[in-house]
T-cell receptor
């Protein structure tokens, strides 16, 4: 069974740029959730995708957007990067509903 | 008030001790509770997943939910240096999102 994989592992960008982060879900899972984790804090929910549709969104501005593909992999796009966007971005996959979420190791995004 | 509160620690205990990690939550509608372990520079790893009140045991780990006091606990028996990590509690809110505590940093001293 293949777990959740994320790419790239680390990324450095400058303010105003755009970034795309990628996630491959665990085999058999049809739901992907994205979280932002600042240093020393718990993750914050960005949004969730279920069968290619956004299924819920946290308190993040529209410059955070996403996609889910027919194979249930997913992308997180962030436009107009700000210094505060520096964080670990985590992807989790699960079956639908309130099933356990399984996480990848994240992409560490640094904004200069 | 945060929806899930967790003492950030650090909590330092000697090897072999029983560890008790705790969270409180504010919304009595929360039903699903999880404990994750996170090593430095890694993603959270699911340890325990429980529904409603009661205890659940898995090896050296026991999760306990007390809905009357809105209190959840994770006990680790025979703690090992490899258990040193940050432990996060989480629950499902609306919109199928996980709501997290801040995490407790645990240090097991050999």
């Amino acid at each position: 069974e293949t777990g959740v994989t994320q790419s790239p592992t680390h990324l450095i960008k400058t303010r105003g740029q755009q970034v795309t982060l990628r996630c491959s879900s665990q085999s058999g899972h049809n739901t992907v959730s994205w979280y932002q984790q600042a240093l020393g804090q718990g993750p914050q929910f960005i949004f969730q995708y279920y069968r290619e549709e956004e299924n819920g969104r946290g308190n993040f501005p529209p410059r955070f957007s996403g996609l889910q593909f027919p194979n249930y992999s997913s992308e997180l796009n962030v436009n107009a990067l700000e210094l505060d966007d520096s964080a670990l971005y985590l992807c989790a996959s699960s079956l639908e509903g309130r099933q356990p979420q399984h996480f990848g190791d994240g992409t560490r995004l640094s904004i200069l | 008030q945060k929806e899930v509160e967790q003492d950030p620690g650090p909590l330092s205990v000697p090897e072999g001790a029983i560890v008790s990690l705790n969270c409180t939550y504010s919304n009595s509608a929360f039903q699903y509770f999880m404990w994750y372990r996170q090593y430095s520079r890694k993603g959270p790893e699911l340890l325990m997943y429980t529904y409603s009140s009661g205890n659940k045991e898995d090896g050296r780990f026991t999760a306990q939910v007390d809905k009357s006091s809105k209190y959840i606990s994770l006990f680790i028996r025979d703690s090992q240096p490899s258990d040193s990590a940050t432990y996060l509690c989480a629950t499902y809110g609306s919109n199928y999102q996980l709501i997290w505590g801040a995490g407790t940093k645990l240090i097991i001293k050999p």
